[in-house]
């Protein structure tokens, strides 16, 4: 949903839901958005985060993640 409201700036994200929907990831999008401004007038950072926690999310536990290969080299030697 917060990746929608950014196509929307002319939004008042302190309003209402809104400030409710913002609530949570205005802390982490304040800090991105001051190390890439919006391009084209769009926020673009809640889908660096998407991709970065994806990202992080597939190191970890995808198929060849970290966490699987140790579980998966610790259950063949037990």
Do not use: A
Request: cysteine-free.
């Amino acid at each position: 949903m917060r990746i929608i409201l950014t196509w929307y700036p002319q939004v008042n994200r302190k309003k209402g839901i809104w400030l409710i929907l913002t609530f949570g990831t205005e802390p982490f999008l304040s800090i991105t958005r001051k190390l890439i401004p919006p391009i084209g007038g769009v926020d673009v950072t809640p889908v660096i985060w998407v991709g970065l926690i994806s990202l992080l999310r597939e190191l970890l536990v995808g198929s060849q993640g970290l966490l699987s290969l140790i579980i998966l080299k610790n259950h063949t030697l037990g």
